[in-house]
């Protein structure tokens, strides 16, 4: 879940213009409130449901409604594509969004096989464009970027684990038939898990890591045969930081929001516990840091401290052909682990 917070920044200058193609997902709403605070201007939108463009018209009456994929792609006053289109959908429409000239920013998972992953890596460097993946979990959380920040300064020396876990609520009676599909929604190693293997790789300071082992489960959704409630990865990163990171479905009804997130990071100095969304059993408020080092125990309101500078950072990286945001590898990086951890993973109860 994205972070209410507001960050104004005049990166695209209004000059910088997107359009949307594909709905299918929510997080399209943070993709488009991230891309105007960060001074881009929003031009179409285009979904195949008219029921979908007409519900984000009326949250951005500045877009309107194209009559075709094909008319966004061909009109050359934009110059970002971003989506949240199905999942095993999103890497196609990438490939036809780099190749029409423009950037495209896309929900995660941004890739649901090894062989979508070769494909936009090769259609990057054929075509020069980018690639960008909306890894909400660390770009949208003020606490997930605190954290990073202190990292960065050397609060609790070199980083040596990294464990996270991310339990979601599933709300079944609000979810598309795509779903329940893990060739069409990427399975729960890679739709919720890409999250956290680009936290990792961030917080490990590393740039690639292996899979050790992983393993899904179906333990409560047995009506839906191809889906996995449950899943788990061990992973050693180049630089030897080990990690851990635990996926659920089974977020209780009564929690005030929709998942009790955490991401424990250890050093050689210290620790670093993130609580993204609540702090359960004390305060509702999002976005604590518990930081404990040399110099005591310290609770960390971070909301605020932070913003959300990814936005303006991928709009440069476009207009400049800089690297700032994120780079081309990280990302890649980051999907080749969900995607083999999916792949490779023990099927444990079904």
Not at 18 to 31: A, M, N, R, T
Not at 115 to 122: F, K, M, N
Not at 211 to 227: K, L, T
Request: hydrophobic share 40%.
């Amino acid at each position: 879940m994205a972070s209410s917070g507001i960050q104004q920044t005049d990166a695209g200058q209004g000059k910088f213009c997107f359009s949307v193609i594909g709905l299918d997902h929510g997080h399209i709403y943070g993709q488009t409130d991230g891309l105007l605070q960060a001074g881009a201007a929003l031009i179409g939108v285009y979904d195949e449901d008219p029921q979908k463009v007409k519900k984000y018209i009326e949250k951005y009456p500045q877009a309107k409604a194209a009559a075709s994929e094909e008319a966004i792609l061909s009109d050359t006053s934009i110059q970002m594509v971003t989506s949240a289109i199905r999942p095993d959908k999103r890497a196609h429409l990438g490939l036809r969004v780099m190749h029409a000239g423009k950037d495209y920013f896309v929900d995660k998972p941004g890739m649901v096989t090894l062989g979508e992953i070769a494909d936009v890596r090769a259609a990057c460097a054929a075509t020069g464009k980018r690639y960008f993946i909306y890894f909400t979990e660390r770009l949208h959380v003020e606490s997930a970027l605190y954290a990073e920040k202190l990292i960065r300064e050397g609060a609790i020396g070199r980083v040596i684990n990294v464990t996270i876990l991310a339990p979601h609520r599933l709300r079944p009676e609000t979810r598309p038939d795509w779903h329940w599909i893990s060739n069409q929604a990427g399975g729960i190693l890679n739709d919720i898990g890409s999250h956290q293997f680009e936290q990792f790789l961030t917080y490990a300071s590393a740039k690639s890591a292996r899979i050790s082992n992983s393993r899904i489960a179906n333990y409560n959704n047995h009506a839906h045969p191809e889906f996995f409630d449950f899943g788990d990865c061990s992973l050693i990163a180049d630089n030897g930081v080990t990690g851990y990171a635990r996926l659920d479905w089974f977020t209780p009804n009564a929690l005030s929001t929709f998942g009790d997130g955490r991401v424990f990071i250890t050093g050689t100095e210290g620790t670093i516990e993130i609580r993204k969304y609540l702090d359960v059993g004390i305060s509702p408020d999002s976005d604590i840091v518990y930081l404990v080092n040399k110099d005591g125990e310290q609770r960390i309101q971070a909301k605020g401290k932070t913003g959300f500078p990814f936005f303006a950072d991928m709009i440069h990286d476009c207009i400049n052909g800089s690297d700032t945001a994120m780079s081309q590898e990280h990302i890649l990086e980051s999907m080749r682990l969900a995607v083999e951890a999916h792949e490779k993973a023990e099927v444990i109860n079904r």
